[in-house]
């Protein structure tokens, strides 16, 4: 039992640093706990000279360390001389296995801790929160005794271990810093994940390190590995540079041996390193186990936090990635706050507070920031779950705004996957595009624009202000998050949208009270890409109303499946089983991951029993629908191969994922000469740097889909973004503003592997000074080697994610396709291309 | 913040783009074909009705006008050439451009030739038409490879990418390579001729034949298969030479793919090394031709 | 006694792989075999090829064992024996071996790769194999070639020689142009254009546009001739320095020339105004360039332009309007209005029937072309030229001259003589004759012939030497041989009576000549009017008789009265016998159906009219002259 220190920190990332060195300015015992023997290890861990972004730049940097975007070798050398300079108290090698209270136990204070089990049970344990002082105790037994704790361990979590005997050994790692450094060993790599075979082909890449590198995989697929990774783990495995053994794992290890179980039996082999990359368990379980809550079960919640960053166990704060804030600045803040606020200085506002104060600005009654912010949250519904921390964070990426009566907040058709919450007034929905004066009220409290935010399509309808109106645009992002963090709201989004969807498909003058019945048995179901929600042939009458995602309709004709039509997000299938009540007379499988509302018959027929005019829409629409139908079986009879042809285009196309395309680059590769002029166009309209690989990619029937972004409806490349760069832009191109990072994240992210890193070459020399004397590298992308010429500071340049914008902004559309000199370039919707009309093209 | 809120509620559409699925030469219908054909068809009118003295040529008032107008197309053509690199933000099609190129260069047949009154001699003049003609008759064989090849190419190189071609026979050759080092001098020298005097595009006319009767793989191939037939005749062959001959098969197979593909881009470039130089000549001879026309007038 | 090995392995990124260990014993082996203790993957080195022996005294013996030789600082060895002190260098294919002293007396041997291996190479960097740029020279290479070679040679290089160039205008051709009337291809058939085939190379001969007509074919390399500046269009001056005026007589008084004129109106006129390029320039009618012939074919717009409304420019004209050869207007053949010695009174006139020419003679063509008869049976007698059918042939009096475009003019010994010879009576063998156009002669004749009779001493009527002449016209001293001997003549005052008789009737309305010629009795007394016959109808033609000889598969006589038809019902010489413009029109610029020959003739002006030439009359031969003086002082004295 040492002394008892003010404050432990856990973590030394930039907000664990900051933390510290703040304490260490106000001369407030302290103790940096960190479990590597050097600070910062997520920065540390970056690759050589990568270049770490400031971002956001409108917000100041109040922290005891300096932070400018620059090499990760200078951020971290600056924050380790400061480090040192400000005398924090660090203590390498320390890491924490367990944070519980030594005080007496806080009446009332139970924590019920919930954890699954890889087969879907779970089990409850309960915790009564005992009161500070903490008592961390080490990986090494030791105990630190601390009043107040800072836990600032960021997301990353630990790696998952070897659980095998010899798995503690010294040549066993759970990381790969630097490939270059293990010459002439027989090296392990364990996992089959993005992460183990990134690092097996980095040992195996140079035959002059004469590595013998394998990699093992429990599997038989590398079902989480990226395709672009197991393609390239494969041609090395045909190359004879990385053995790969499936279906294997790690008995045990000794020194220079390893033995493992293989499916045919066990095999001992020759093995000097073992690198374990079996992903990583993320801290929440030991955050829980310190009393930490959570705000919902969601993967992606957040701890529940205080406007002054206590968690719910009292005197535990948490800061940093953890708390939500992944953005290197916010970090240090939060660092430099949360010793304050310990430090007993209440008063202190959040160094965003500027930020929060401009989007408040200019709305009417110059209210503080505070008031607003529970102003918005009392009277929007769904909002009402936020805490004050989690309601800042959400306000700092969305908008509020002032709407006068009568102006068009958004209209039918745009872009736009933000969600809006009225906080006063009424807005008014058009809900006939016929007729823009039958509009539909929706009164303050509510939400709208939630069908943009779920199946990531354009606008439905139109809406207006009513009176003047305050209304708070919530960003794609926000909307996530907050779904995630309070379940209340996740349940009211969904009901509203199951509602309002239902009432845009069927219009024809029903009302929320009409569907009662029907929501009430409505079921929001995830179907998996592949997946078939309708059997041709079957009995049922269930109607699915597709949410997000897409579908396709096929049939069997004459024993073979032949592709129908292709549903997008937004419309249903399955009412021909309800008003006729025969079989199913075509199959519906989910063209990619979406989410269907399954209704149930019943309580449909008895709706369009009410409502008649429903029954002749739907009649309408279904004979439409069979018109397709009798118009392929009549060409059936015809052009056997036509049909087959346009069938097998068809699957090819949603394969190559234009079910969640909005815009998708297709190559006529009969008319394709290879002149690379869409690539070159698309470099010299966008900075030099081509978005779009030509030659890449798949190819059916001479229809080429080359590896060009396709702007999903659901862009997974925007799933994580840390600055939140990646937006729709107006004409629905999802585009990468310049506050990128360069994180990879995206790149990552993007299952197509349409977006690249990488930096900006320098400016090329004048055209014609290429034309007439061949100065410079021509038109297009110049290479590596001319940049480096060109420019002496282009090496040291930040790498960013690039992709195709669709040339936004630019009056003539798609560069690649007006540049194509045969017409072999054509960029297309989904629903342009997977029609009819491309059995017509397989005519022709 | 506000304004771009509302701002982004606009249901903006993005710029009209040209999704018809239609080759260049039959672009809109063929546009540019019947305007092409109805110059041609007035040029050649024009050129029945009038009847000049002492005989049709280019000194007439219509020669004069055939001259200027066909001219004028000449320019136009060869700026295709800028069009073609030049990416402006506005709308163009270089579908269209293309087109028009085509045909309008087609219809410069018969106007320059009828400018010409068919009066052609051992001159400037009829040096301009004669080059003027190269240039066309070369883009004539250019919109030939365009309409017949790329199809070809594509079935040829499936979906590998041309990196992927080099890598795939780099590949090869490493494994070649360690597999011949247990080998004795003969054998690994022969290995070697593969390894090293392989050259996978070669000459031009090497280019065209997509064929290397001395290609180093061959002739590896060709003396490995030997040996190893030779070894056959008394028990079994060296297991390592097999496998040389494998690893020389796949590589001969990759190798004739990559070779397939460079002739069939070979051929789709080769026409311009007549066609744009041709019509540099072309311009200059133009410039001595119409120079000259004025100066000895 | 040990070696220590480091070999060194080259990282991708550039870096070094250093693998170092070492081995007991004093000898090791270097190879490609894996039993080698220095192993060094390359092809180019035998499993087992060197073998490196420790010996004292820090050296180390060197021994190729396949047989290969090593290099050893560049020399070819397959043993040597090194001094480790010196660092040797071992050179094995692409590696080399570098020994150095190492503690302890041991040795260091560095293995090294020193050449890079083939397939180092980056395949991303190898793309460019798939473009053609690399088998071939640059497009821009060739563009530039090509656009300069065509400039410097096709516009730089003759530039340069126009500028320079000194001009000399071959004599022989100046002589050829100042030949008046010369036809240009007589010319260009002579020798002083051969000498352009021959002519030397000059550089802007390649901005010619076509062959130079032949008659200039001698200037073809000598540019600067005609073209005198640049940018300046042919001028007339060029032309004229060797085409003198004054061989090419005026086409009509300069100013006239100037007025009658078409001015040029429109685009085409405006441009030449803006060009400097008048009409009625040479170069506006003589197209060059054009082929052998072209300088001389003349389109007949050429002519039109200015004829077709003349009278609106030069009222004062005679010419009619001349629009095309459609157009034309009927022949005004010139017309013998009134026939003299001296000065003969000529009259142009519309060609139609009532036309009539008065040439003081008599002579009906018709009688004349009969097939039988007097005429025909005199001349088969006389042994003239007869046509087929037995008639007098035309040929036998209009012979054509040496052109073949016109005919040689009548003369009465030649022509008419044959028949019409004046004999009148035989005496003793001599044949007593008139001689024609000398009537003072005629009549002394005449009266010595009288006297003589009235002074023979007797009549015998059996006089051997007197015999009645013999041919069936009367000749003309018949009847005084009959009063000889009806009455014989006792007195020569009454021989002198009679014989001025005979005179007065020779001359006289019914007399001799009055057979062919027209005689006035203006003072009283009978005279023989004096005879012009017209021998150039069409003054401002040329009709090329020659070439119409044969004429719609007809020949000799036919072909003349295919044409001048009415020639065969003609009794009077004043007929004027010329066939009208129609007869033209059925060949020229008919159309071709209607010719029997098939291709269509020429309607082009000059091949009647010549610009250059207007083909005056030419004067009055002398001979007439004489002749109608004679008669008139016969008439006089008579």
Known sequence: ????????????????????????????????????????????????????????????????????????????????????????????????????????????????????????????????????????????????????????????????????????????????????????????????????????????????????????????????????????????????????????????????????????????????????????????????????????????????????????????????????????????????????????????????????????????????????????????????????????????????????????????????????????????????????????????????????????????????????????????????????????????????????????????????????????????????????????????????????????????????????????????????????????????????????????????????????????????????????????????????????????????????????????????????????????????????????????GRTYAHLHVPTSCRHCEHPHCMADCPPNAIHRGPTGEVYIDDTCIGCGNCQRGCPYGVIRMDKVPPKKPWLFSWLLFGAGPGPGEPGAKWSKKADKAYAEKPKKAIKCDMCAGQEGGPACVRACPTGAAIRVSPEQFLSVSLMERGQS | MATRAILRGKAVHGAARDTAHEGFLGHRHARWAKVAAAISLIAILAYALHDPLPRPNGGTWLGYGLGSVALLLIIWLSLIGLRKRIVTPRPYSLKAWTSAHVWLGLSLIVIGTLHTGFQLGWNVHTLAWTLMMIVILSGLWGVSAYTALPQQMSANRGEMTQPQMLEAIRAIDRQLDSAAQPLGREDAGIVRLSLEQCDIAGSLWQRLTARQPACGNRRALDSIAARVHAQKQYGRPDARLQQIQFLLERKDAALSQARRHIRMKTLLELWLYIHVPMTFALIAALAAHVLSVFLYW | MSFVIRQIAKRADGGDIIRTRALPGSEITVGRGTDCDIQIADLGIMLRHVRLVQLPGGRVAVEALGGVPVAIDGKFVSRADLAVVDNPAIDLASHRLLLSPHEDGSIAVTAERVIAPVDAADAALETGIFSLGEAMPSKRAMAWIGALLVLLGLLGWPLLHFMGEQTVLPGAMITAATQPGKSPVAVAGTGLVAAADKAAFTPDMVWSTGGLSSVHASLSNNCGACHQKAFVSVTDGACQACHKPDALPEHAAPDRLARGQLPETGVIGAAHRQFGLPAGRCASCHREHEGPASVTTVAEQYCTDCHAGLNNRLPDTSLTNVPDWAGHPQFRPRLVAQPSATTPLFRRAVLESTARENSGLVYPHDLHQLPRGAVANMAQKQGLKVGPGGALGCGSCHEPDADGIRFRPISMEKDCGACHDLAFARDGGTLRTLPHGKPAQVAGIIRDFYLSRSLAPHVDRSMPGLQPIAFARRAPGRLAEAEAIDLGLVSPAQARGRAEAAVAAVFGAKGLCSECHAISSASGRPVVAPVTLGDHYLTRARFGHKQHRIFDRKTGDAACVACHTSTTASKLASDVLLPPIATCRQCHGAPAARLSGGSKVSADCNSCHSFHQLLEPPSLPPRRAAFAAVHRRAGFEG
């Open chain 1, 1 to 696: 039992m040492g002394e008892v220190y003010r404050i432990a920190i856990v973590g030394s990332g930039p907000a664990g640093l900051s933390a510290a060195a703040h304490a260490a300015k106000l001369g407030l015992s302290h103790v940096l706990l960190e479990k590597t023997d050097h600070l910062s290890d997520t920065i540390f861990k970056y690759q050589k000279g990568k270049h770490v972004m400031a971002t956001p730049s409108q917000l100041v940097l109040r922290a005891p360390l300096d932070f400018d975007a620059g090499k990760r070798e200078t951020v971290l050398g600056t924050w380790n001389d400061q480090t040192a300079a400000a005398g924090v108290h660090v203590r390498h090698n320390a890491e924490v296995k367990a944070i519980v209270g030594t005080g007496a136990p806080i009446p009332g204070s139970i924590m019920k801790l919930v954890t699954r089990k890889r087969d879907g049970s779970s089990e409850t344990r309960e915790i009564q929160r005992l009161a500070p002082p903490y008592r961390l105790t080490l990986a090494n037994g030791e105990d630190i005794i601390a009043d107040t704790v800072i836990l600032a361990i960021g997301t990353q979590g630990n790696p998952n271990l070897m659980a095998c005997p010899g798995g503690d050994g010294a040549h066993v790692q759970y990381q790969l810093d630097d490939p270059a450094m293990y010459n002439d060993e027989h090296i392990f790599v364990i996992g089959g994940g993005d992460a183990g075979i990134e690092n097996a082909l980095g040992l195996a890449a140079d035959a002059a390190q004469n590595n013998a590198v394998t990699l093992v995989n429990r599997g038989a697929e590398f079902a989480t590995a990226k395709d672009a990774n197991v393609k390239a783990l494969m041609a090395a495995q045909n190359a004879g540079r990385i053995a790969v053994m499936t279906e294997s794992s790690a008995r045990s290890i000794e020194p220079g041996w390893i033995t493992l179980d293989t499916r045919d039996g066990e095999v001992r082999v020759r093995c000097d390193r073992v690198i374990a990359r079996m992903g990583s368990a993320p801290p929440r379980g030991f955050i829980e186990s310190c009393g930490v809550e959570f705000a919902s079960s969601d993967r992606l919640a957040f701890p529940r936090l205080s406007a002054t960053f206590e968690s719910t166990a009292p005197g535990i704060y948490v800061v940093g990635a953890l708390a939500g804030y992944p953005l290197i600045k916010h970090c240090m803040n939060q660092g430099n706050d949360v010793t304050e606020f310990i430090n007993g200085n209440s008063g202190l506002k959040p160094a965003d507070e500027p930020i929060l104060e401009a989007k408040f600005a200019d709305l009417p009654g110059n209210d503080s920031v505070a008031t607003w912010l529970e102003r918005l949250r009392s009277s929007i519904s769904i909002l009402s779950g936020m805490g004050t921390l989690q309601m800042r964070e959400f306000m700092l990426d969305s908008a509020v705004s002032l709407v006068r009566a009568g102006a068009v907040i958004f209209e039918r058709g745009a872009t736009g996957s933000s969600l809006f919450g009225l906080a006063q007034g009424t807005v008014l929905v058009e809900v006939d595009p016929a007729n823009p004066a039958i509009t539909v009220p929706l009164h303050q409290g509510t939400i709208f624009g939630e069908v943009g935010l779920i199946s990531g399509r354009r606008r439905g309808a139109t809406v207006r202000a009513g009176t003047d109106c305050i209304i708070v645009e919530i960003s794609r992002g926000a909307a996530l998050k907050l779904m995630s963090q309070v379940p209340a709201a996740a349940r009211e989004i969904t009901r509203i949208t199951t509602e309002r969807s239902l009432l845009q498909i069927f219009k024809s003058g029903l009302t929320p009270a009409d569907l009662t019945e029907l929501i009430a048995g409505a079921k929001v179901e995830t179907i998996r890409a592949g997946e078939v929600i309708l059997h041709e042939g079957d009995t049922g009458d269930d109607i699915f109303i597709i949410r997000s995602g897409s579908m396709v309709v096929e049939k069997s004709i004459g024993g073979k499946s032949v592709f129908l039509s292709y549903v997008p997000a937004g419309s249903y299938v399955g009412e021909m089983g309800v008003i006729d009540g025969g079989p199913r007379t075509a199959t519906v499988r989910a063209a990619i991951k979406s989410d269907v509302i399954r209704l149930a018959g019943a309580p449909f027929r008895a709706l369009l029993a009410a409502k008649p005019e429903l029954l002749v829409r739907l009649r309408a629409e279904m004979t439409t629908r069979s018109r397709i139908n009798s118009y392929v079986e009549s060409q059936k009879d015809g052009f056997t191969g036509v049909v087959d042809m346009y069938t097998g285009v068809a699957n090819f196309l949603v394969d190559q994922g234009l079910g969640e395309a909005t815009d998708v680059l297709l190559i006529d590769e009969k008319l394709c000469v290879g002149c690379d002029n869409c690539e070159k166009a698309c470099a010299d309209s966008h900075d030099g740097l081509s978005r779009l690989d030509r030659e890449a």
